[in-house]
């Protein structure tokens, strides 16, 4: 387990009270097997200079606590929600049904059906209540997303998102040449 997964487990365990006082995004999670994956997003997060909370919360082991979670997060000013779940993976929609928060839901590998039944089960949102989601496994691309739609009122992410992009394109372009020789 790395240094970053290991500290979100003690903060979810309450070991840590290394939490942010204002989290603009809110991760949450079905369960604590869902971390490996979601720790992706924290780590995004943390490198745009993000603050988050993490938080398991289960739409059927513990739905009082997700009703709890989705009806308070926009009055805590929680701006983004990213839900990750496995399997009947309802908890992004469900969340989404309770919050005005852009909710971005990511399936979550972890039956035998490989991800396909987290995914559609995220996807397929009825109409009216809108889930945006990402790749199986993807967290990453969920706090990306994430800090793009805070990037609507806030021009220094728009330059960080513009830093991050440059990066990347020049990253390729060295693997790129390094082939070509
Ligand atoms: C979902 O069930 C969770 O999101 C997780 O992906 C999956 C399995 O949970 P555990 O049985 O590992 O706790 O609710």
Redesign the pocket.
Known sequence: MGVLERRLQCILSGQSDQVHETPRVGII??????LPVMKDAAQILDMFGVTYEVKIV?A??TPEMMFSYATSAHSRGVQVIIA????A?H?PGMVASLTPLPVIGVP?R?TRLDGVD?LLSIVQMPRGVPVATVAINNSTNAALLAIRMLGISDTDLVSRMRQYQEDMREENMVKGEKLER
């Open positions: 999670m079905g369960s604590d097997s869902d289960s059927h082991r990750g779940a496995g399997g993976a908890l979550v972890a987290s």
